[in-house]
């Protein structure tokens, strides 16, 4: 009968720390998420440009750096940063957010380490007679890159990046470690109320699965369209 | 017109062209034609630098677009500090270039390994001579077995594309606004399009189009151009026989309006018809070449013989 106290106790808490779950985590989430996702774009794709140059130095540069991002667990790169950055930049720790820069900024350069991939192997992925075609008739690279290369390889790297929003969305959890108030964070604040761990993180899965459940059908329905019109 | 001297292409070890010259004249028709495999697309590709040779130069109208390849100059080669070191040696100037030559003791061709004389030489011609590649390919269309239309543009926007991005600012820089430009470059287009009877079909995408029309709107996306000389590098290959007829026709009826053509082809009739010169290779060299009466008629290498033996 403990799983009807739990259920009990889960109806209870949500009642009375709805904001906390809501509000506040699912905010705090949604944003950091986006703006993890939306940086990691931007800068993701910088690298992916420079993985597919022909700039030697560079690209191994890029490619050292994406494999130890790739390579080493998040939850690490996360504590790491937060003593490294502020003694790298001491001005850092006269900010009061200190924390929550330190901790997106290894969010944002982790998501780039992964979008750079799915940007690359989707340039990769588009036929190279396309390119051939191009060039023949006398247009640069950038030209041919700008008019005929990426919009076809946008078609196979936003499904890809649809995935890799809802990766990063249950990612910003880890984050939590630092109290920055995501989601998961909702979870210390709420347990030292109520010392009742279990019907916490259940209301906590819930809201993750809704949240990850409900952007990938979104998703689905984009990739359709997509297809459609291609 | 095209000049083709002594190309050779590998890819790692594997040796796909040996050595191929040939000079193509305006408004000639050339016809390649010979086994898979036997290095035919690779000549046509080094044609336009889709691939680099290893050796040997390409030149258009007079302008170079390849690097320099030091072998085909002398001068070079005596500005070379091997060559120097052969000619200490004693050996007369003749034997010392022809060794190099024939021993390709110049292995580090762009290094500075022959000297500072030696680069300044090769310097020299390429600075003289050469043409930026992009402005040289706007003279030389291309017609690939499979089509590579651009799949993300209306068949119009495939057509017009190239023209406008390499010539409209030119245009616009003369007083034209940019909506007459587009007028001007999509007028032409649709009289191209016209030419094929494909005009209604200008705002089609070409995932919605059989083989023979795409393969049709390829050769006028290429002649939008308005090249000097056109490839096809075996333009009929990838289509169901019904419509090699269709692509066929728009081909003759370039040659027929003096257009220069070097056709890599297994329509050995096309051949006979159309060319005015038809090279045969056979592992990376053009084993024989000479009008169509000759190749079909009285072809004299074995292996020639062979093959004609087997497409016939
Ligand atoms: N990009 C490439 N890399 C490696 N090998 C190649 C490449 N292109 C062509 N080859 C090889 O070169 C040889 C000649 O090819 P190709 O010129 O396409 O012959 P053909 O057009 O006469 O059939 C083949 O053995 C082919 O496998
Ligand atoms: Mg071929």
Known sequence: ?230 | MLDVKNIYKNFGDLKVLEGVSTQIAEGEVVAIIGASGSGKSTLLRCMNLLETPTFGEVWMDGKLLTPVDPYLHPEVIMASKTYKKLSAAGMSSEDAVAKIKAEDLINEKFSAAEGKEYRAEMKKIYDENHIDINLARQNMGMVFQQFNLFNNKSVLENVTLAPMKTRAKQMIKEGKSKKEVKEYFNGKAMALLNRIGLEDKANAYPSTLSGGQKQRIAIVRALAMEPKVMLFDEPTSALDPEMVGEVLDVMKGLAKEGMTMICVTHEMGFAREVADRVLFMHEGVIAESGTPDEIFNNPKHPKLQQFLGCVL
């Not at chain 1, 051939?132 to 005929?148: F, H, P, W």
Request: aromatic share 10%; with cysteine.
């Open chain 1, 1 to 230: 009968m403990y799983l009807i106290t739990m259920f009990e106790d889960m109806g209870k808490i949500f009642v009375k720390y709805w904001d906390l779950f809501l509000i506040k985590g699912v905010t705090a989430t949604i944003l950091l998420s986006l703006m993890t996702v939306f940086f990691g774009t931007v800068i993701g794709a910088l690298l992916a440009l420079v993985k597919i140059s022909k700039i030697k130095p560079l690209k191994w540069l890029v490619n050292a750096i994406v494999e130890i991002i790739r390579g080493t667990p998040m939850l690490l790169q996360l504590y790491i940063s937060t003593f490294l950055i502020p003694v790298i930049i001491p001005a850092m720790n006269e900010l009061e957010n200190k924390k929550i820069l330190c901790i997106s900024f290894t969010l944002i350069l982790n998501s780039a380490a992964y979008v750079s991939e799915i940007i690359r192997s989707g340039i990769e992925a588009v036929d190279k007679g396309q390119t051939e075609a191009a060039r023949s008739l006398g247009l640069n690279g950038t030209t041919t890159m700008i008019q005929v290369v990426l919009p076809q390889a946008v078609k196979n790297i936003l499904p890809a990046l649809g995935n890799e929003f809802i990766t990063v969305i249950k990612e910003t959890s880890l984050a939590s470690t630092f109290y920055v108030g995501e989601l998961m964070t909702q979870y210390h604040v709420i347990v030292g109320k109520t010392h009742n761990s279990l019907p916490i993180l259940m209301i906590i899965g819930i809201i993750y699965f809704v949240l990850n459940f409900v952007l990938s059908k979104l998703l689905g329905v984009f990739e359709r369209r997509m297809k459609a019109h291609a």
